[in-house]
């Protein structure tokens, strides 16, 4: 008999018809824990649908899968740690459409739905756009963490749109202390957290068509709308009174020291922008949702933006077409193979379906909740720029801007950087 928590994936398997088990292979970034994660999810795939489920984690998944793939050895599902890999083998026909009905799902069953069918929509060999990927295990980087203690001590109480969130800014630094620790240090990928302020602000500040224009070049990197949103971040990161240790030790200040200064008594600062993981730099037996907690990085009231959260995910796409391939998909629909992940850790969903009681970790939960209220979700956009700049430039600019370069002047250089490798 069957675990009741598969009951509901084995009836949405079967009736996907299968018609006999077979192999199912499956190539993941994941080792460690969370391949054990995975490997629990599958196992229940493999429990409801009889298929001979087999996991392989690789830490050079991105090579892999490319030698794979020419090679004509393809798992049968492979899960791309970002999709900008998932398009460039889609283009040179690795991947195999999902099943009709898929998109309509994901636009029906996950939240800010239409942007995750757009994330895995990408061109094929003859350059018609077809849906190739399946999102499934989100991460999420729209997050400000503080110290409710500070807070309450304060009388600050969690600021609910932009508007509120620079209006708590100024009433810090009017009480005489420091709203921001911002450090943009990261030995040779320094500045990358920068790029994370800037592309939650160009969602804040921009459609997200002209975000997504931005990040594959059709707007121009020198814009003015980008501009403006490196000028927002400068708002926070190149103000004396804002920043704890003022403006110019922001790119020299580790990002794993900056929230540090969240713990200080007194505290040298009161806010810390950072995504999901900055938790493990928070000083030893810290507590998230007690010692520390964290909030949307809101939207602004005044813009006609809705809620759009940035973050990153795996997306799963067939690259060896078979029955058990499509089976697997259509597993993943299901609440209950969601649900599996996270009762474990480390796991967000965008599926509205799922339980949120299932989750083990209250933290997660609240992260998921923020998700779950986007209107729009984006990728980071770095991650989908050509190496060169996403992992070059891009970085490099930041730290020039925030030692006093002028936006215009870093973004006409990025751009530069873009067109030399056209």
């Known amino acids: 008999m069957k675990h009741p928590i598969y009951a509901g994936a084995a009836a949405l398997v079967m009736s996907a018809g299968t018609a006999a088990a077979e192999q199912v292979t499956i190539l993941g970034p994941w080792l460690g824990p969370d391949q054990e994660n995975v490997e629990a999810v599958l196992a229940a795939f493999a429990e409801a649908s009889g298929h001979d489920v087999r996991y392989a984690g690789s830490d050079s998944f991105e090579q892999q899968i490319l030698v794979d793939a020419e090679a004509g050895s393809a798992p049968n599902i492979a899960v791309f740690p970002q999709p900008g890999l998932a398009s460039d083998m889609a283009s040179r026909g690795f991947l195999t459409p999902l099943a009709d009905g898929i998109g309509d799902w994901v636009r029906e069953n996950y939240a800010a739905g239409q942007s995750w069918v757009d994330l895995g929509t990408y061109a094929d060999e003859n350059d018609a756009e077809q849906l190739f990927g399946f999102f499934y295990k989100v991460d999420v980087k729209s997050l400000v963490w503080y110290v409710p203690e500070n807070f309450e001590d304060a009388g600050y109480e969690v600021p609910q749109t932009m508007e509120e969130l620079k209006a708590l800014t100024d009433q810090i630094v009017a009480d005489g202390d420091t709203p921001w620790c911002i450090g943009l240090g990261s030995g040779g990928a320094t500045g990358w957290p920068a790029t994370d302020w800037v592309e939650d602000l160009m969602l804040r500040t921009q459609t997200p068509e ?136 480390g796991f967000l969903t965008p599926h509205k379906g799922v339980n949120p009681d299932v989750f083990g970790d209250p933290t997660l939960r609240k992260m998921n909740d923020i998700l779950l209220a986007a209107t729009t979700f984006r990728f980071d956009g770095s991650d989908l720029m050509p190496g060169a700049v996403g992992a070059g430039s891009f970085w490099t600019g930041m730290v020039d801007y925030a030692g006093g370069a002028s936006a215009e002047d870093v973004a006409g250089a990025i751009q530069d950087s873009w067109d030399a490798i056209k």
């Not at 070049?217 to 980008?226: A, G, Q, T």
């Not at 507590?287 to 933006?305: I, Q, R, T």
């Not at 969601?338 to 850790?345: G, V, Y």
């Open 210 to 345: 002209v975000y997504d224009a931005w990040v594959t070049n059709e707007l121009s990197f020198s814009d003015e709308k980008v501009v403006a949103a490196i000028e927002e971040f400068g708002a926070f990161a190149r103000n004396d009174d804002y920043v704890a240790g003022g403006s110019g030790v922001v790119a020299s200040t580790d990002f794993r020291d900056s929230p540090k200064g969240l713990f200080s008594s007194p505290p040298q600062c009161y806010m810390h922008r950072q995504a999901s993981f900055i938790p493990a730099f928070f000083p030893e037996g810290t507590v998230v949702g007690e010692d520390a907690d964290f909030f949307y990085f809101p939207s602004y009231a005044g813009k006609d933006l809705g809620n759009p959260v940035l973050g990153a995910g795996t997306v799963w796409a067939i690259t060896n077409d078979s029955q058990g391939a499509h089976d697997l998909i259509e597993f993943l629909k299901d609440p209950a193979s969601h649900e599996i992940w996270m009762a474990r850790k």
